[in-house]
């Protein structure tokens, strides 16, 4: 947090993963005056909010996978305003903060046809540990933030960061420099081509946009790329190339 400060970083929200929730994580975190929206373990202690609260605040997710897009819709959130972590160590060791639980109705699963169907609702419980001045929602909405970069760090495995870690630090280097131009370049390419290719995975769109399954022939010192009938994404592929090498639009 030291060197983020030094690089500029003045905002005092830091998010992490339910490994980084432990007690010298959250002593560090309050000797820096940083707040600290972290994942609580789950377990029946920090899913409690919803016991002691019948009528939990709804909220909605707008970031819902298209399969989870009706249970995600169904989110409700709870909060224990004072919530005691780390009870089993030492009183000087023991944080009190806000708990705030995201449950969710889990559908991943429904009954087929035949089959019975559910007898009780099946929640998702998401708790996480702050403290942050902002409502639950809003907090809650916040955290989820941290997704973003998280899909963003598991899209670039598929890519050039999958040769990093290497033992030699330029190589590194290289690499992260390389990762963020195909990046940024294979981002533009999809936003350009159409409105479905502004969303998918870098896997995606190396398999529809540069893995072209095309043929180059040379004639007259001109260059044709030939691309095979009926193929899915021709009107999608000769858009972006249109856009691209096309002229400029008049003033």
């Not at 690499?175 to 294979?186: E, F, V």
């Not at 893995?211 to 009938?229: F, M």
Request: charged fraction near 20%; aromatic fraction near 8%.
């Amino acid at each position: 947090m030291a060197t983020a400060r030094k690089a500029g970083y003045t905002t005092r929200i830091l998010r992490a993963d339910s490994q980084f929730y432990n007690a010298g994580v959250i002593a560090a975190c309050r000797r820096a005056r940083a707040r600290r929206p972290s994942p609580a373990a789950g377990n029946r202690r920090s899913n409690g909010p919803f016991t002691a609260s019948p009528t939990p605040h709804g909220s909605r997710s707008r970031r819902a996978r298209p399969r989870h897009r009706r249970a995600h819709l169904r989110a409700e959130g709870a909060e224990i305003p004072a919530y005691t972590a780390f009870a089993s160590r030492k009183k000087n060791e023991r944080v009190t903060a806000r708990l705030i639980v995201r449950r969710v109705r889990d559908l991943a699963k429904p009954a087929v046809m035949g089959e019975q169907g559910e007898l009780f609702p099946v929640w998702r419980h998401g708790p996480f540990f702050t403290d942050t001045p902002a409502p639950t929602l809003q907090a809650e909405r916040e955290h989820r933030h941290h997704a973003v970069v998280e899909q963003v760090i598991a899209d670039s495995k598929a890519s050039a960061l999958a040769h990093v870690p290497s033992a030699h630090f330029n190589a590194n280097a290289a690499w992260l420099t390389l990762w963020a131009m195909a990046y940024s370049l294979l981002r533009a390419a999809g936003s350009l081509t159409s409105a479905f290719h502004a969303k998918p995975t870098t896997a995606t769109l190396r398999a529809h946009l540069i893995h072209v399954p095309a043929r180059i022939a040379r004639s007259a010192r001109r260059i044709t790329v030939c691309l095979p009938h009926n193929w899915r994404w021709q009107h999608a592929w000769t858009h972006l190339f249109e856009t691209v090498h096309g002229p400029p639009a008049p003033a």
